[in-house]
């Protein structure tokens, strides 16, 4: 079974293109302009986020 | 800041659907706002920016040579193993745009016309009453503002933050988005400069396709788009991807990389419901994307004129309820939706054939018979299918096997 935990962040490979944001079921994420805040009261730790991400920022 | 306290029309997004929005609007003498979270309108693109000719023709733009900066005549497809097939027309099916100019344009068009367009405008929140959305409250340059709309429109891209914020559900599930990679490559050689180069593979694009968009020559060298969209599901990154392929394109890798894009695709799973009480989605907010390619510009603005149709009456009749606007709903099935459905049913077919049997698919087509299928003449259709079946056997195997 895959582990729950938050997604890892990595701010340096970023793209802000919000393909995350798009996929969250939850509505945990929040990208303005060039910062991605998760909200981790809301996140679910289903790990979309980490799928969707054309570059790896999110894992 | 000069703007009202209330508007007829409040759009979130600066894209080809919110902008067409304002157009449209202003040009019925609606009063608009449009509000555009980036710096500026028309960047970052998210694109791989072709759009066909039959776009162009229905919704009345004139390709500019400023943003229209190169002609396309069709497509070469490869086959995984790299046989190609090219599909030529005598005239140009369609352009490579530059999305930073094109959107500069229908914003500039917008203004003048009379629409209020602000960039660096975030919408943060939608305001209610009761069930009645009946505007927004937006951030620009650190400063909170609160808009009055009789009607607000979301089109804010594949996140669609304002209308999920407004309580509609566009959530996209992973298995319907594609996740996308893009380079502008520049000092290069592209081997048909006049065409789209699609490469299918397995392998380097699960699911969808990598694309060569040609822009232009300079000093004997092209540039454009060279990029790829994978399975949103997919544990490998649609960048590992696009990387690990351009190590095997020996010409292509010694190109400069001179604007890296990221961006994901909204490919299915069309919504039931895209309004509520004064609110409507449109574009890529309201997943309204070719769910085998996934362009979306044309198919957005498209939607956007609908949707002006059906505000201009809500707003003269006085009806702001979801019932009176979800007829848009029901006019862009009509229209496109029911369309894009059936080939969602086609693209669930194409992506379970194997990287082997595309291979025995391509080698029994030539360019002349995919021109004669793509062309959807059903009688011309069947005859090539046909040839080809009475020729090749395994080829009826294959058909049958996804088919059923």
Redesign the interface.
């Known amino acids: 079974m895959e582990e729950k935990r938050f997604p890892e962040f990595k701010p340096e490979l970023c793209?802000?293109?919000?393909?995350c944001?798009?996929?969250?079921?939850a509505?945990a994420l929040?990208?303005?302009?060039t910062k991605l805040e998760l909200n981790k009261e809301k996140c679910i730790k289903c790990l979309?986020c980490t799928?969707?991400?054309?570059?790896?920022a999110l894992r | 800041m000069d703007f009202e306290k209330e508007y007829d029309i409040v759009i979130a997004g600066g894209g080809p659907a919110g902008l067409r929005t304002a157009i449209k609007a202003a040009e019925k003498k609606l009063k608009v706002l449009l509000l555009e979270?980036?710096?500026e309108i028309g960047s970052?693109v998210?694109c791989g920016e072709g759009l066909g000719m039959g776009w162009f023709n229905r919704l009345g733009i004139k390709p500019d040579p400023q943003f229209a900066v190169q002609s396309i005549y069709g497509a070469v497809l490869y086959s995984p193993k790299g046989k190609k097939l090219v599909v030529r027309f005598d005239k140009a099916s369609g352009y490579i745009i530059e999305r930073r100019i094109f959107e500069k344009f229908l914003a500039r068009e917008a203004a003048s016309k009379g629409a209020t367009l602000i960039a660096k405008a975030?919408v943060i929140d939608v305001l209610k009453e009761g069930e009645q959305v009946t505007g927004v409250k937006f951030v620009h340059a650190g400063e909170e503002f609160s808009v009055k709309a009789k009607v607000v429109v979301a089109a804010d891209?594949?996140?669609?933050?304002v209308a999920?914020?407004a309580g509609l559900n566009t959530?996209?599930?992973?298995y319907n988005?594609d996740?996308?990679?893009q380079y502008e490559m520049a000092g290069v050689k592209f081997e048909h400069p006049d065409l789209i180069a699609l490469y299918f593979s397995n392998k380097y694009a699960n699911r969808g396709y990598l694309w060569i968009f040609p822009k232009g020559e300079i000093n004997g060298k092209n540039y454009g788009n060279v990029g790829v969209g994978i399975l949103?599901?997919?544990?490998k990154?649609?960048?590992?991807c696009l990387d690990e392929w351009l190590e095997t394109q020996p010409e292509l890798k010694k190109g400069s990389k001179i604007i890296?894009?990221?961006?994901?695709i909204?490919v299915g799973g069309l919504l039931d419901k895209m309004t509520l009480n004064g609110l409507i989605a449109v574009g890529d907010a309201a997943h309204q994307v070719n769910p085998i390619h996934g362009g979306g510009m044309g198919i957005a603005m498209e939607a956007a004129d609908l949707a002006v149709e059906v505000i201009a009456e809500a707003i003269e009749k006085n009806d702001l309820s979801d019932e009176f606007l979800s007829q848009y709903t029901k006019k862009w099935f009509e229209l496109r939706g029911n369309k894009l459905q059936s080939l969602v049913k086609k693209r669930k077919m194409l992506e379970a054939i194997s990287d082997e049997d595309f291979e025995t698919i391509v080698n029994s087509l030539s360019g002349e018979d995919v021109l004669k299928l793509a062309g959807g003449d059903m009688l011309e259709s069947a005859k090539v299918v046909t040839k080809k079946l009475m020729k090749n056997p395994k080829l009826a195997t294959i058909l049958l096997k996804y088919l059923k």
């Open positions: 793209m802000y293109c919000a393909g944001v798009a996929v969250c079921p509505l929040n990208l303005n302009e979309a799928k969707i991400c054309p570059v790896g | 979270k980036d710096q970052p998210r975030t891209g594949v996140e669609s933050t999920r914020k959530t996209n599930a992973l988005v996740s996308g990679y949103g599901s997919d544990t990154t649609a960048k590992k890296v894009n990221a961006g994901c909204p």
